[in-house]
């Protein structure tokens, strides 16, 4: 089982909707998760992180892990065309100079 | 501004040439990595370094090489380029434990 899994999509969604995008880990040694955001022909950015007890807001981003369910979640409130990008979630491990990516969610927000 | 900087942003090379992509980073960052994106299979790591001549593994080493002279410079080469080294390669330094910066990408094909 791969140590981060992500549903690649495609999403799709109307300008103004909530966009819930999700990941799953397997290892519960994981502390620390993060959300990278890359647009097209571009490198990833960082978008938000959480350490695996907590929620974390930003703007119109919600970081959230549930230790309980291995899961974390990116909500987008009143996305944007601006937003349409590619969402990887990560997580830093064992090691402290390696980060594991899902494999990205394609999202779409249509104007 | 933070920069990373791959120097090229297409290649396109032969099979059994030697390739060398090179990244340079102007932030003073310990750590740095290559890692490949391809379609359906997200990002993974190749190598990383984490101080000048010092290098590990990441998860798919075979048929690539680094090396890290001085601080500022990650060299990614390809021994004898296969077209199945046809990806997007992505540099990013970090400082340790800290969030990563990636450059824009270069595109290898490799016929």
């Known amino acids: 089982q791969k140590e981060v899994e992500q549903d690649p999509g495609p999403l799709s969604v109307p300008e103004g909707a909530i966009v819930s995008l999700n990941c799953t880990y397997s290892?519960?040694?994981?502390?620390?998760f993060m959300w990278y955001r890359q647009y097209s022909r571009k490198g990833p950015e960082l978008l938000m992180y959480?350490?695996?007890?907590g929620n974390k807001e930003d703007g119109r981003f919600t970081a959230q892990v549930d230790k309980s369910s291995k899961y974390i979640s990116l909500f987008i409130r009143d996305s944007q065309p601006s937003d349409s990008a590619t969402y990887l979630c990560?997580?830093?491990?064992?090691?402290?100079?390696?980060?594991?990516f899902g494999k990205g969610t394609l999202l779409t927000v249509n104007p | 501004d933070v920069k990373v900087t791959q120097s090229s942003r297409y290649l396109v090379k032969r099979t059994g040439e030697k390739v060398f992509l090179e990244c340079v980073q102007d932030?003073?960052?310990?750590?740095m990595f290559w890692y490949r994106q391809d379609p359906g299979l997200g990002l993974r790591l190749i190598y990383f370094?984490?101080?000048?001549?010092?290098?590990e593994k990441g998860d798919i080493p075979e048929g690539y090489s680094v090396s890290r002279e001085k601080k500022e410079r990650f060299s990614l080469i390809l021994e004898s380029a296969s077209t199945n080294q046809t990806s997007m390669y992505l540099c990013?330094?970090?400082?340790?434990?800290?969030?990563?910066?990636f450059g824009s990408g270069t595109q290898l094909s490799v016929l």
């Open positions: 990560a997580k830093r491990g064992g090691s402290n100079y390696k980060l594991t």
């Open positions: 370094s984490y101080d000048v001549k010092m290098k």
């Open positions: 959480t350490y695996s007890s």
């Open positions: 932030m003073d960052h310990e750590n």
């Open positions: 990013a330094s970090s400082f340790p434990n800290e969030k990563l910066f």
């Open positions: 290892n519960s040694a994981f502390q620390y």
